[in-house]
């Protein structure tokens, strides 16, 4: 069911689409398997991003924005973010109102999105929406940001190029312009241009970018007025120069890494800290955390460390000191086998490899959140070979990975489970491995690895054979 509805929001169909932001915006599950199979086929559209103070015609422009967009034949989407209901959490919709006008045009995708309490003038769901909409063909999308101060920038996170809308006569002009918002525009508008003020806020404008490092794209300044149409026209062109500029220099495919990175390491925060309220401690300890907290019994850096180094395999906790890493299987021919596993199973080996030490070649296949070994005996005399010969093809053995080999290989031994051969020889991926006989583990011969440092893998990895 969710393959179908993927596919037909790639075909362009608005229904669901709106189904799949639906999903998206409630946290499901199913909303996550949509983008995660629709993700192949992002990228393709060009994210403009609109922010600016509240009362600087944001809506208007998009409008007008919209509009020059149709008339060249484009269809695209709108995300319209709005301040969240106090009542209801949802939306407000205002910029609905502003765009009534293009709602009957199955060209024009609009969504307004509420805040939800989060700062930064975005929805936390913005990013998987912009998915969803360039999955289905929309080119360009606009974000139109909730009416944001200096520091709520998050639309350069997710917009290739950013227009910053300010308008004169909103006080002190520096005050409204500095920081943050000065930082991230890639165009700057001076919209409600006819009103007085307009050359005073320029003349500002010029003066704080002539203050500033260049970086190869100095922000143009466009004029518009939104409620009549004029400028939009240059403001089109300008972001289009930007596009352009950042295709030619190859700064588009920069921004958008870190942009995902961003995303990443976002999701990340949130599931670990989810992780933490649903595990051991739970929100009863948690609370009584922040008690021992406010009565000073405690520091917050002390109260982290202790709830962390109870959960499992967090920040050195001993709940779990060791991970399931891989099934190892034996077999005669690694590619009599390779169907079996890749075609019917969908398992993609990660690369083969020879570990001359062991006398094996192999091939890991990731298989969710642990791996499939399949192991090849090099010579008659390997161990692979002795156990094909008396038992046959079959599972060789399981595998943890380890944070301390010596420490864990010592664990064993306490426990009546001697080690079968040298300790700390090495493995596949740079990795150093012990095995544990399997008289003393109930029959199963356990292999203990101890992951490379980041860059011993790396060069592990190019000393691979083809």
């Not at 060249?72 to 209801?88: E, H, M």
């Not at 700062?119 to 929309?138: I, N």
């Not at 000073?296 to 002390?302: E, G, K, L, M, N």
Request: charged share 25%; net charge neutral; aromatic share 4%.
């Amino acid at each position: 069911m969710t393959q179908g509805l993927a596919s037909s929001v790639a075909a362009g169909d608005p229904l669901a689409l709106a189904r799949a932001i639906s999903l998206v915006e409630e946290g499901s599950e199913r909303g996550e398997e949509i983008v995660a199979a629709l993700f192949p086929r992002t990228g393709r559209a060009s994210v403009i991003g609109i922010t600016g103070p509240p009362g600087a015609g944001k809506s208007s422009l998009v409008n007008r924005l919209v509009a020059l967009y149709r008339s060249r034949g484009r269809a695209l989407g709108v995300i319209a973010v709005d301040p969240s209901s106090a009542f209801s959490g949802g939306a407000l919709l205002g910029d609905r109102i502003r765009m009534q006008q293009h709602a009957l045009d199955p060209a024009v995708f609009i969504r307004s999105m509420a805040t939800r309490g989060q700062s930064g003038g975005l929805s936390r769901a913005t990013r998987d929406v912009v998915d969803l909409m360039d999955a289905s063909g929309r080119d360009p999308i606009l974000i139109e940001t909730v009416g944001v101060g200096q520091d709520e920038v998050d639309v350069v996170r997710v917009a290739d190029t950013v227009l910053v809308v300010l308008t004169p006569g909103q006080g002190d002009d520096i005050q409204a312009i500095k920081a943050g918002l000065l930082e991230i525009a890639d165009v700057f508008v001076i919209n409600k241009a006819d009103h007085p003020g307009a050359d005073r806020l320029a003349g500002d404008l010029q003066g704080m970018l002539s203050l500033g490092e260049r970086a190869g794209w100095t922000p143009p300044i466009v004029r518009t007025v939104a409620t009549e149409g004029g400028g939009v026209e240059d403001l089109a062109a300008a972001a289009e120069r930007h596009a352009r500029f950042l295709r030619d220099g190859g700064d588009l495919a920069a921004r958008r890494r870190a942009g995902l990175s961003s995303r990443f390491l976002e999701i990340l925060r949130d599931r670990l800290l989810a992780r933490i309220v649903a595990a051991d401690p739970g929100q009863e300890e948690l609370s009584a955390c922040a008690a021992r907290l406010e009565a000073r019994q405690t520091d917050p850096y002390t109260a982290a460390r202790e709830i962390l180094e109870r959960l499992p395999g967090l920040e050195g906790g001993t709940a779990r000191a060791c991970a399931l890493d891989h099934l190892g299987i034996a077999v005669r021919r690694i590619e009599d086998r390779l169907a079996l596993y890749r075609d019917v199973l969908g398992l993609a080996p990660a690369g083969i490899e020879e570990v001359r030490g062991q006398g094996v070649r192999l091939a890991m296949f990731p298989a969710g959140r642990t791996r499939i070994e399949l192991l090849e005996p090099l010579t008659e005399e390997s161990p692979i070979a002795r156990f094909l010969e008396s038992r046959g093809e079959g599972i060789h053995h399981i595998c943890f990975e380890v944070e301390d080999l010596a420490g864990m290989v010592d664990r064993f031994r306490q426990a009546g489970a001697a080690p079968a051969g040298a300790p700390g020889a090495p493995g596949a991926e740079g990795s150093r491995i012990a095995f544990i006989h399997p008289r003393g583990t109930g029959g199963v011969l356990i292999e203990l690895r101890q992951r490379a440092p980041a860059k011993a893998k790396r060069e592990g990895r190019r000393r691979r054979p083809e």
